[in-house]
């Protein structure tokens, strides 16, 4: 990689450096550039979900069947994250990117385009695998383009796309869906894929340190740690499938579950030994020597549990818990969105001039009281009071992701910053599968919970249940339910109310763990290591 953002001062010295790091283009246009198809891509792993049922019905498949579009997208991106920087320095950084955007635009075409259910998945696997490469190379690019001073503003630029589009994926994946058809939610990625191409194309040139380092690799001769991959795409492919399907196949009482995760254990275990022990590792595990490195990887694994894990349970708790529609869930989750996106900009220009663990310390401070404040929801909050459940949470993470995004780098050698972002990228998407796959399993488990103490007083002696049921009954009568039918639609009807507050008092549960995980793992930040604002190095 070049050295010259390693070695950026201040001022227009350091803009000097970051133009030749980016091939004399202008940095700010190269950022904007490359954030585009990675939005595309972000957005591509949440604006399936509320697709699931239309795919099923137009393809003849069942629900559980369809689930598998997203299962094979997850696992054959965490299998491309790790060899991407292999790919990236042999390919070229520049030409592995733009291979990325045609095969995801070729890929989408093909989802679009499938006549059943097994050509939609291969498809998709296919979308997984292009798209894999996307985050850790744009991310890398950005590292090497801007002086390390001026580098917040560049990460905040790529945190918008990281964090904005699982945001609205779900709203703009079901307008799609009910205004046109299932289909264009990929068709919709041909014209971003098109343009990507052409402004990368036009705009983004290969610095020429990297050309002669590329070379020098070529002509030593190109080798690949295959056994390492192996094991790292064998470890990682069955950790999500294991937490994907986990909650829906029981756990570890599907045979499947306990092979998959016994596979993932050996698969990362093996993988681990083998870099440490080969001379040309797939991932340089030696940065995680640097302090700053491994705490920013932690805790970009806590960013990802909180950012997935209320993406995906929020809708949820809105339109399961609470009666919402799916257009006035999308309404609330925007409203986080725009708080993001006002937000984040402000960050990336506080991120060069005040210390990172503060920044991340008051952000770990908005998330627990975020999550704290949501202990106490109730079935009857205002709609305002749903946005507001969003915002908070939209209004912490941009002083999480920006400032370890950048810290990260503290001390890293300029040529390890493929590497680097290679392995943040798989932290940060472990996070995101374990948040959304535990969060559900919680869930299930505390309704479980919650419903048998609550059937427990529904017997004639409690009073709460005869009061309850005489006014179930009243207004019963009052639309006409004669009396050979009122005992059923009775019980049916308390029985609703009973699951209904078990789904409640569930949520409640998880935003209590969330409080306390998001707290425990605060005061972290304040072992990383403090560098100058002016120069983003380590001292």
């Known amino acids: 990689m070049s050295e010259a953002p390693a070695q950026a001062g201040g001022g227009g010295g350091g803009w000097s450096a970051a133009r030749s790091a980016a091939g004399g283009g202008n940095p700010w246009i190269i950022a904007t550039v490359v954030s585009i198809s990675t939005f595309m891509e972000v957005l591509d792993t949440s604006i399936a979900n509320v697709a699931l049922r239309h795919i099923a019905g137009g393809l003849s ?68 695998l292009a798209g894999g490469g996307l985050q850790p190379t744009t991310q890398a690019i950005l590292v090497d383009t801007f002086p390390p001073q001026r580098r917040g503003l560049a990460l905040a630029l790529f945190g ?55 070379q020098a690799r070529i ?3 190109l080798r690949l740690d295959v056994i390492g991959f192996a ?5 990682l492919g069955c950790l999500e499938y294991t937490m994907d399907r986990g909650q829906r196949l029981d756990w570890f009482s599907d045979a499947s579950i306990c092979m998959t995760a016994v596979l993932a ?18 991932l340089n595990l030696r940065l995680f020597a640097s302090r700053n490195y491994s705490l920013a990887n932690v805790l970009i694994l806590v960013v990802g549990v909180i950012l ?57 401070a908005i998330e627990t009281f975020a999550m704290w404040r949501l202990t106490d929801i109730n079935g009857d909050i205002s709609f ?22 950048n810290a990260a780098y503290v001390g890293l050698p300029a040529n390890q910053s493929s590497q680097a972002s290679s392995m943040l990228s798989i932290s940060r998407n472990l996070g995101g599968t374990l948040g959304i796959s535990l969060v559900q399993t919680f869930l299930a488990q505390r309704e479980q919970f919650h419903q048998s103490r ?45 699951l209904r507050q078990a789904e409640l008092l569930s949520y409640m549960d998880v935003f209590w763990v969330l409080t306390l995980f998001v707290g425990c793992m605060a005061p972290l930040v304040l072992f990383l290591r403090t560098q100058p604002p002016a120069r983003g190095a380590a001292p």
Not at 181 to 210: D, G, M, Y
Not at 462 to 470: F, G, L, M
């Open 61 to 128: 498949a069942s629900y559980d069947e369809a689930t598998w579009v997203l299962t094979s997208y997850l696992i054959a991106n965490a299998i491309t994250v790790p060899i991407s920087s292999w790919l990236s320095s042999v390919v070229g950084r520049k030409r592995y990117y733009m291979i990325c955007v045609a095969g995801f635009g070729v890929a989408s075409a093909m989802c679009g385009l499938a006549p059943n259910l097994t050509v939609l998945i291969l498809a998709r696997v296919l979308q997984g």
């Open 160 to 214: 918008l796309t990281v964090i904005l589009a699982p945001t609205i994926g779900p709203t703009l994946g079901g307008v799609i869906t009910d205004d046109l058809s299932w289909r264009w939610i990929f068709f919709i990625n041909l014209p971003v894929a098109a343009l990507s191409l052409f402004l990368v194309q036009t705009v983004l040139v290969e610095p020429k340190t990297l050309e002669k380092e590329r």
């Open 219 to 221: 002509d030593r001769g």
């Open 231 to 235: 094991f790292i795409a064998i470890g």
């Open 265 to 282: 254990v050996v698969g990362i275990g093996a993988f681990v030994v083998r870099e440490f022990t080969t001379e040309e590792p797939l």
């Open 308 to 364: 997935f894990g209320t993406t995906q349970f929020l809708p949820q708790l809105l339109q399961e818990v609470l009666g919402y529609t799916a257009t006035n869930t999308g309404y609330a989750m925007t409203a986080g969105g725009a708080v993001t996106l006002l937000i984040m900009p402000l960050v990336g220009v506080l991120t060069g001039k005040v210390q990172p663990r503060w920044l991340l310390a008051f952000g770990m």
């Open 384 to 405: 305002a009071y749903a946005a507001q459940m969003r915002v908070w949470i939209a209004a912490g993470i941009p002083f999480l992701f920006v400032p370890l995004s």
């Open 454 to 498: 609550l059937v427990e007083g529904l017997n004639p002696l409690n009073p709460n249940y005869q009061a309850q049921t005489a006014e179930i009954a009243s207004r019963l009568r009052g639309i006409g339910i004669g009396s050979g039918q009122l005992d059923g639609v009775q019980m049916g009807n308390l029985y609703q109310t009973v």
